[in-house]
């Protein structure tokens, strides 16, 4: 993959037309739920019990190598969500927070999960998207995270490990037509930033290194409580510039195909009609002993869209609570109405079958914790500035 397909990011003027106007709907965007698609309000927080604020993207050093990263700020109603986990923490709506590192020429992996995240009292007090939070180990002191939107469609992204500047090339894709998908057992708003043109630095191995490149973000938010449900999720942005995310979702043995694209002109198509093939064999995790197929098939007929998304690092395996899932930057290859096609994207696999429990998630988590408090003090208290 050319480091020219993720720096040449934006489209030529005209043939995306003009971002949306600040606080007006979208075109055609009132939806089976009833409420239009308006931003900047939308980017902002709901009353829904579950709503995350997601991004991945592909990366460049001067160097030419290669990196990716995915940053994702869940919010939740502890009491509403049933989350296993969170109903046992003594507070309303509660903030998590979950983050990787992919070194793509290294073939390692960096994740971070933060069980628990604080956010600062004028978070969403903008008119603007703006969220500062952070985690809760303060042993070794905080870092000020911050997900904002500094201009129309334009943000920056910081945590411990990136600190990015991200700029939308396109309007938003409004996922299924106006951004409100109704999945059977329940509905949910839901809109990407398909091309985001990216620069800033990444952290790896204690030294920030200066990076290029290509990002997605995803807003999503539900009135809906966590349920032994199962997706596998594709974000896909090809060097025609077209950008697809797909999908098949699972709940109560009812499946919900869907695929939505963004042509290179500006144009939205939406599909339900979808082959997923899963090509090899999967990896098992040696952790929970879930199966994930990291290579597939993807056909979407009306669309002329044929392509193969194969996994570059294969153990990215996150788990948080009882929830297990896959999360990873994949390569594709393929064809789209005839011609052939390549490009880079994430897939995330939720729900496959795990023999991780809840009670082992708290072992574990407890066990990282004294064992950092162990390190921290051993360090700071039981050594003598003498050894």
Known sequence: MSKNFFAKGAVPAGRQGSPPKVDQPLAGTTNSGGKPM???????????????????????????????????????????????????????????????ISDISQGKWYPMIEPVSLISQDSFSRPRLFINHTGFNFLAGYTNCVIEETGRFAYRLKDKAVDL????????????????????????????????KTRGRIKLRGRWLEVSGKSWMDHQWADAAYSKDKWTWFSLQLDNDTEMVCFVYEDQGRKNYLAS?????????????????????PWISPKTGAAYPLAWKIKVPGGKIDLEARALIKEQEMIYSSINYWEGPIKISGRV???????????????????????????????????????????????????
């Not at 409004?174 to 949910?188: A, E, Q, Y």
Request: net charge positive; aromatic share 16%; charged share 25%.
């Open 38 to 100: 308006v931003f900047p309000q939308d980017e902002l927080a709901h009353n829904q019990i579950i709503e995350w604020w997601y991004f991945n993207g592909h990366l460049f050093g001067r160097d030419g190598r290669e990196y990716a990263f995915m940053s994702c700020l869940f919010k939740a109603d502890a009491r509403k969500v049933k989350i296993p986990f969170l109903a046992k923490v003594p507070a309303k709506i509660l903030y998590f927070y979950h983050s990787i």
């Open 165 to 196: 500047e991200l700029i939308s090339n396109k309007n938003p894709l409004l996922v299924g037509g106006d951004g409100f998908l109704d999945l059977k057992t329940k509905t949910t708003y839901y809109y990407s930033l398909t091309n985001l």
């Open 261 to 281: 694209v963004l042509r290179s002109d500006g144009r939205q198509e939406h599909f339900k009609e979808i082959v997923f093939t899963p090509l090899g064999t």
């Open 337 to 387: 109405d005839r011609k052939e096609v390549t490009g880079r994207g994430f897939m995330e696999l939720v729900g496959y079958e795990s023999k991780y429990t809840n009670a082992k998630y708290v072992k574990d988590e407890l066990g990282k914790i004294i064992s950092k408090i162990f390190s921290y003090t051993r360090k700071n208290v039981f050594i003598s500035p003498a050894d």
